[in-house]
């Protein structure tokens, strides 16, 4: 089995700065994909970030120039640098990746627990 663990969330002042990481852990034989999912209360959950396994790093127009994705291959973790932070940045921020648990698997997806962003003054 795999588990996404997310650390890093809380409550910032506008204009301010937090970093997301996502660890995962199991059974991994490779990362397919790993990206950012936010979900704002009464709204769906989007991808503001990704990076595939050639590395290449995608970003949602509303995220673009704010939001730093990095990855540390061998640690299987994810991080995630929120600059600017703005309130209608508020929302919780899930990780979710693609996963091969075996050299013959499919990649499936999974899921963390989610963690929450409050920017507020």
């Known amino acids: 089995q795999v588990t996404l663990v997310e650390s890093g969330g809380g409550l910032v002042q506008p204009g301010g700065s937090l970093r997301l990481s996502c660890a995962a852990s199991?059974?991994?034989?490779?990362?397919?994909?790993m990206a950012w999912y936010r979900q704002a209360p009464g709204q769906e959950r989007n991808q503001i970030a990704r990076?595939?396994?050639?590395?290449?790093?995608n970003y949602a127009d509303s995220v673009k120039g704010r939001f730093t994705l990095s990855k540390d291959n061998d640690k299987n973790t994810m991080y995630l640098q929120m600059d600017d932070l703005q309130p209608e940045d508020t929302a919780v921020y899930y990780c979710?990746?693609?996963?091969?648990?075996?050299?013959?698997?499919?990649?499936?997806?999974?899921w963390g627990q989610g963690t929450q962003v409050t920017v507020s003054s």
């Open positions: 979710h990746a693609n996963i091969r648990t075996t050299s013959e698997a499919y990649p499936e997806p999974f």
């Open positions: 199991g059974t991994i034989f490779r990362v397919s994909t």
């Open positions: 990076i595939v396994f050639s590395g290449r790093i």
